[in-house]
T-cell receptor, first 112, second 108 residues
Framework: NAGVTQTPKFQVLKTGQSMTLQCAQDMNHNSMYWYRQDPGMGLRLIYYSASEGTTDKGEVPNGYNVSRLNKREFSLRLESAAPSQTSVYFC???????????FGQGTRLTVV | DAKTTQPPSMDCAEGRAANLPCNHSTISGNEYVYWYRQIHSQGPQYIIHGLKNNETNEMASLIITEDRKSSTLILPHATLRDTAVYYCIATTGNQFYFGTGTSLTVIP
């Protein structure tokens, strides 16, 4: 049982490059989330998806796009990476009506 | 979601109870209180949640005041592995907004 799997674990981008962070869960959860965590800070919600086919903005959506490809997968895309997007990105999922969200191990992204 | 306020840091002696406070004075009637923790730079881990009543599980106890404006997470016998950042969140459960949490250091 893998839980929530994020790929890649580490990535270095140059300013202006694009990339997609992948997230997949095998727990049949309805809701999925993307967070970012800057050094010494708490997690900030970027986007979330309450169900397949729906996405909504969180606290800090600017510069990101998301796709809920199917029930299992929720991807986060940076179209033109900026140094301010250097952060650790966490994906999470939860069963609708459930109380315990499960998090991936994070993607450490550096934009130079 | 209601705003929560937590002390930035706390210490606790190993083997003693760790009591982590959280204020959520604007919490609404349908919002739960959740606690998560983050060890090192791992993904956060669910600990416990409650609505009105006190709750206990294998990890911790949650004490919620009668007016629901504050709560306390209790780790009954803290170990070194409990050193982590603890987040208190008040939400209906659709979205989880994390603040900066309380950094708990368990001292040998």
């Amino acid at each position: 049982n893998a839980g929530v799997t994020q790929t890649p674990k580490f990535q270095v981008l140059k300013t202006g490059q694009s990339m997609t962070l992948q997230c997949a869960q095998d727990m049949n959860h309805n809701s999925m989330y993307w967070y970012r965590q800057d050094p010494g800070m708490g997690l900030r919600l970027i986007y979330y998806s309450a169900s397949e086919g729906t996405t909504d903005k969180g606290e800090v959506p600017n510069g990101y796009n998301v796709s809920r490809l199917n029930k299992r997968e929720f991807s986060l895309r940076l179209e033109s990476a900026a140094p301010s997007q250097t952060s650790v990105y966490f994906c999470a999922s939860i069963y609708t009506g459930g109380h315990d969200a499960f998090f991936g191990q994070g993607t450490r992204l550096t934009v130079v | 979601d209601a705003k929560t306020t937590q002390p930035p840091s706390m210490d606790c002696a190993e083997g003693r109870a760790a009591n982590l406070p959280c204020n959520h004075s604007t919490i609404s009637g349908n919002e739960y209180v959740y606690w998560y923790r983050q060890i090192h730079s791992q993904g956060p881990q669910y600990i416990i949640h409650g609505l009105k009543n006190n709750e206990t599980n294998e990890m911790a106890s949650l004490i919620i005041t009668e007016d629901r404006k504050s709560s306390t997470l209790i780790l009954p016998h803290a170990t070194l592995r409990d050193t982590a950042v603890y987040y208190c969140i008040a939400t209906t459960g659709n979205q989880f907004y994390f603040g900066t949490g309380t950094s708990l250091t368990v001292i040998p």
